[in-house]
């Protein structure tokens, strides 16, 4: 657990979460236009693995990201709800990412993966 007293928040690390067309939780999915049903903010179709974060009562999911621009290396972090609403899906995230100059290196989408950065 992590916790962050000035700001009232504790964040809780349920585990890691791969995208399941059985696993939905009664939700609908956070890209517009979409409603199919979710296990917390984005569909099968619209879902990525990330780790789980439980806090302030609800869970969501974070995608890594490992970037690179002008020589320097960084780490991207989003989370389900952001990313389903305001890009819609992955695809357009990593093409936005993209247009700002960064050329996207992996999506780290496996445990092992983000245990080796």
């Known amino acids: 657990m992590i916790s962050f007293p000035e700001w009232k928040i504790h964040l809780r690390f349920p585990g890691w979460y791969e995208p399941s067309e059985s696993r939905t939780l009664g939700k609908s999915c956070g890209v517009a236009k979409c409603g199919l049903a979710a296990a917390f903010d984005l569909c099968p179709k619209h879902a990525f693995p990330g780790m789980m974060?439980?806090?302030?009562?609800?869970?969501?999911?974070?995608g890594f990201?490992?970037?690179e621009?002008?020589?320097?290396?960084?780490?991207m972090l989003l989370d389900d709800y952001s990313l389903g609403v305001r890009f819609g899906n992955r695809d357009n995230f990593e093409q936005q990412l993209t247009s700002q100059g960064y050329s996207v290196l992996q999506f780290a989408f496996t445990k092992s993966i983000l245990r080796t950065l």
């Open 69 to 75: 621009r002008n020589g320097d290396h960084y780490m």
């Open 65 to 67: 990201w490992l970037l």
């Open 53 to 62: 974060f439980r806090g302030r009562g609800k869970t969501f999911v974070v």
